[in-house]
């Protein structure tokens, strides 16, 4: 059967197309971004405080064209520790690191192990010579904050007694978060009742119930995720305890109970834009080979149970809303 002219018109100008799409891919076949390997390690890779987080690394990875491995952790007991996984990642070939540091690189190991190796840090300011790119929250402005909350929240008298959870003092942040709440606090120096560190906090040493049974306090203030989550399990399984728990986290758990009210104030670091900042600054170093040191400070924002759901405050606490 032979094709009329009109048919005969469409099936050339279908071929012509054809032809066109796979001259089309052929000649641009090499135009397709080369893929970067980043692996990712923190500390207790899979708690739910790095949920944000992630959300923001994973964004990052899909607008720059990366290949994303967060590496399956625990807890870390050293800096060598952490510094060994670092180097496995490095020996699969990566082209670039972003870490959580666990504690002040004052040894330089950090540094060390990732000499020639693009990296960022997230979580510290972390001190030394051998400076790396970090992008962070400000500790002390941070700090500053919560006593601020506190302040024009609480009618603070010298009777006012009051505990801390100083969470991790290794870390220069959380030493720059206490530095900055209680200059900004301004109380009395026997007014603290206590001060407990995250060592203080483990199952074993249980400071905390054997703290506020001895030395009951008015408010009670944590400087970290980890801290918070251990004071909001304190409080609840102690009904009768009449405590106002002012602290910084951004975990699932923290953030409910500021609804439920059992956090009055929580800092809440920007920690979506923290990691897509992070992977944002890999890329652009990995492409470009910079070997320019910068530091950035994310957002943190003050939420409570009247501002939580503000459209701003959404945006940081659940991020995967948008």
């Given at each position: 059967?032979?094709l009329n002219k009109?048919?005969?018109?469409v099936v050339?100008?279908?071929l012509?197309?054809?032809?066109g799409?796979?001259?089309?891919?052929?000649?641009?076949?090499?135009?397709?971004?080369?893929?970067?390997?980043?692996?990712?390690?923190?500390?207790?890779?899979?708690?739910?405080?790095?949920?944000?987080?992630?959300?923001g690394?994973?964004?990052?990875?899909?607008?720059?064209?990366v290949i994303?491995?967060?590496?399956?952790?625990?807890?870390?007991?050293s800096?060598e520790?952490e510094a060994?996984?670092?180097?496995?990642e490095?020996e699969?070939g990566?082209?670039?690191?972003?870490?959580e540091?666990?504690?002040?690189?004052?040894e330089?190991?950090l540094g060390?192990?990732?000499?020639?190796?693009?990296?960022?840090?997230v979580?510290?300011?972390v001190?030394?010579?051998?400076?790396q790119?970090?992008?962070?929250?400000?500790?002390?402005?941070t700090?500053?904050?919560?006593a601020?909350q506190?302040?024009?929240?609480?009618?603070?008298t010298?009777?006012t007694?009051?505990?801390?959870?100083?969470?991790?003092?290794?870390?220069?942040?959380?030493?720059?978060?206490?530095?900055g709440l209680?200059?900004?606090?301004?109380?009395?120096?026997?007014?603290?009742r206590w001060d407990?560190?995250?060592?203080g906090l483990s199952?074993?040493?249980n400071?905390?119930?054997?703290?506020?049974?001895a030395?009951p306090?008015d408010?009670l203030i944590?400087l970290?995720?980890?801290?918070t989550?251990?004071?909001?399990?304190?409080?609840?399984?102690h009904?009768g305890?009449r405590?106002?728990?002012?602290?910084?986290g951004?975990?699932?758990?923290?953030i409910?109970?500021v609804?439920a009210?059992?956090?009055?104030?929580?800092?809440?670091p920007d920690?979506?834009m923290?990691?897509y900042?992070?992977l944002?600054?890999?890329?652009?170093?990995m492409?470009?080979?910079?070997?320019?040191q910068?530091?950035?400070?994310i957002?943190?924002?003050m939420?409570?149970?009247?501002?939580?759901?503000?459209?701003?405050?959404?945006?940081i606490a659940?991020?995967?809303?948008?």
């Amino acid at each position: 059967m032979k094709l009329n002219k009109a048919a005969m018109t469409v099936v050339i100008a279908a071929l012509a197309v054809l032809i066109g799409i796979s001259a089309y891919k052929i000649l641009h076949s090499g135009d397709e971004p080369e893929k970067k390997y980043v692996s990712v390690v923190v500390e207790e890779s899979g708690d739910s405080r790095w949920t944000a987080f992630l959300q923001g690394l994973n964004q990052a990875a899909r607008d720059n064209h990366v290949i994303l491995n967060v590496v399956s952790t625990g807890t870390f007991a050293s800096m060598e520790d952490e510094a060994a996984v670092l180097a496995r990642e490095m020996e699969y070939g990566v082209d670039g690191i972003i870490v959580e540091p666990i504690c002040d690189d004052t040894e330089g190991i950090l540094g060390d192990v990732l000499s020639g190796t693009q990296s960022v840090l997230v979580c510290t300011d972390v001190s030394g010579e051998k400076m790396q790119d970090n992008v962070s929250a400000d500790g002390y402005r941070t700090g500053q904050m919560i006593a601020d909350q506190i302040r024009s929240t609480e009618k603070i008298t010298e009777d006012t007694e009051i505990g801390i959870l100083s969470g991790n003092q290794e870390l220069p942040t959380v030493r720059s978060c206490l530095e900055g709440l209680l200059e900004s606090l301004a109380v009395e120096e026997q007014q603290i009742r206590w001060d407990i560190s995250e060592s203080g906090l483990s199952a074993t040493a249980n400071l905390l119930d054997l703290s506020m049974e001895a030395k009951p306090v008015d408010i009670l203030i944590s400087l970290d995720n980890k801290a918070t989550e251990k004071a909001v399990d304190y409080l609840t399984a102690h009904s009768g305890v009449r405590c106002s728990l002012y602290g910084e986290g951004r975990s699932e758990k923290c953030i409910y109970n500021v609804d439920a009210g059992v956090i009055r104030a929580l800092a809440v670091p920007d920690e979506y834009m923290m990691g897509y900042e992070s992977l944002e600054r890999l890329s652009r170093k990995m492409t470009y080979f910079s070997t320019e040191q910068q530091a950035e400070n994310i957002e943190v924002r003050m939420v409570t149970q009247e501002n939580l759901h503000d459209q701003d405050t959404v945006w940081i606490a659940y991020p995967a809303v948008y």
